[in-house]
C-alpha cells in the first residue's frame, strides 16, 4: 500500500490549504487515517487523525480549531482542511494509516503506511 499526500504549497500566513491523501494499489477504507507534519530539525508531530467512518477525530492542541479533517470513503481520499495558517506550520506534512482498527492514536509508531509527504510554507 503505498500512500499519496499532496495540496502542500506555499501560502502567506492567515491564508488556507487543503492536503489530500490517497492511496496506490490499496484502501484507506475501513482504517482510521492520521496527518503528522514534520518541521527542519524536529521530530515528526502527530496533527489529526479521523475514524475509518469520519464519525471521529482527534486534534493537537496546536491545531485545534484551525485544522479540520475529513474522509470521503467512495473516493479513498482524506483530506486537512488548514486555516489560518502561521508560520509554525511550516512542515512536511505526512499521511499515514494506523495499524489498529480501535481507538485513534497519536503516536507514529501506531502507523504502518505512510506517505511521501508534502511540503507546506508558510511565509509571514
Known amino acids: 500500500v503505498q500512500l499519496l499526500a499532496s495540496g502542500g504549497g506555499l501560502v502567506q500566513a492567515g491564508n488556507s490549504l487543503r492536503l489530500s491523501c490517497s492511496t496506490s494499489?490499496?484502501?484507506?477504507?475501513?482504517?482510521?487515517v492520521g496527518w503528522f507534519r514534520q518541521a527542519p530539525g524536529k521530530e515528526r508531530e502527530f496533527v489529526a487523525v479521523i475514524g475509518w467512518s469520519g464519525g471521529s477525530t482527534v486534534y493537537a492542541d496546536s491545531v485545534k480549531g484551525r485544522f479540520t479533517i475529513s474522509r470521503d470513503n467512495p473516493k479513498n481520499t482524506v483530506y486537512l482542511q488548514m486555516n489560518s495558517l502561521t508560520s509554525d506550520d511550516t512542515a512536511i506534512y505526512y499521511c499515514?494509516?494506523?495499524?489498529?482498527?480501535?481507538?485513534?492514536?497519536?503516536?507514529?509508531?501506531?502507523?504502518?503506511?505512510w506517505g511521501q509527504g508534502t511540503l507546506v510554507t508558510v511565509s509571514s
Open positions: 499515514a494509516r494506523q495499524k489498529k482498527a480501535i481507538g485513534l492514536h497519536r503516536m507514529v509508531t501506531m502507523y504502518d503506511y
Open positions: 494499489g490499496g484502501t484507506l477504507n475501513y482504517y482510521a
